[in-house]
């Protein structure tokens, strides 16, 4: 049997597999969507849409609830489920990064939301 790094720092070698067989389908799943060309763009093309909101609305100084939520799943889209920086983010909707990691907290909590991300995916 083969050990998978020093079980004295890491774990058992069953846990060791187990995180790195859940990085591995991670790194994938990101690596599906980006091959499918999604950049921030489309993802604010998509999510602008979805929630039948102007994309140039979406990254004004506007604070209706729309369109805050309408970032907030942007948000957690591009950052949580593709792996963008909130830093790219943040740029792309002409926020500041601490205005994104608001949004995100605000946003993991929020049961709408979760039902907007899951709906916004599934149209990727």
Same mark, same amino acid.
């Given at each position: 049997?083969?050990?998978? $790094?020093? @079980?004295?720092?890491? $774990?058992?070698?069953?846990?060791?597999?187990?995180?790195?067989?859940? !990085?591995?389908?991670?790194?994938?799943?990101?690596?599906?969507? =980006? !091959?499918?060309?999604?950049?921030?763009?489309?993802?604010?093309?998509?999510?602008?849409?979805?929630? @039948?909101?102007?994309?140039?609305?979406?990254?004004? +100084?506007?604070?209706?609830?729309?369109? #805050? =939520?309408?970032? #907030?799943?942007?948000?957690?889209?591009?950052?949580? +489920?593709?792996?963008?920086? $909130? #830093?790219?983010? #943040?740029?792309?909707?002409?926020?500041?990064?601490?205005?994104?990691?608001?949004?995100?907290? =605000?946003?993991?909590?929020?049961?709408?939301?979760?039902?907007?991300?899951?709906?916004?995916?599934?149209?990727?």
């Amino acid at each position: 049997m083969r050990v998978m $790094g020093d @079980e004295r720092i890491l $774990g058992s070698s069953d846990f060791v597999e187990t995180v790195l067989k859940n !990085a591995n389908e991670e790194y994938e799943r990101r690596s599906r969507f =980006r !091959a499918r060309g999604l950049s921030l763009e489309k993802i604010i093309d998509i999510v602008s849409g979805y929630f @039948e909101i102007e994309k140039d609305e979406m990254k004004s +100084q506007s604070r209706r609830r729309v369109v #805050a =939520r309408s970032r #907030a799943v942007i948000s957690i889209v591009a950052i949580d +489920q593709l792996g963008f920086s $909130g #830093a790219d983010v #943040a740029r792309a909707l002409n926020l500041t990064p601490s205005a994104i990691s608001k949004l995100i907290l =605000r946003a993991r909590n929020d049961p709408v939301l979760k039902d907007g991300v899951n709906d916004v995916l599934n149209l990727f």
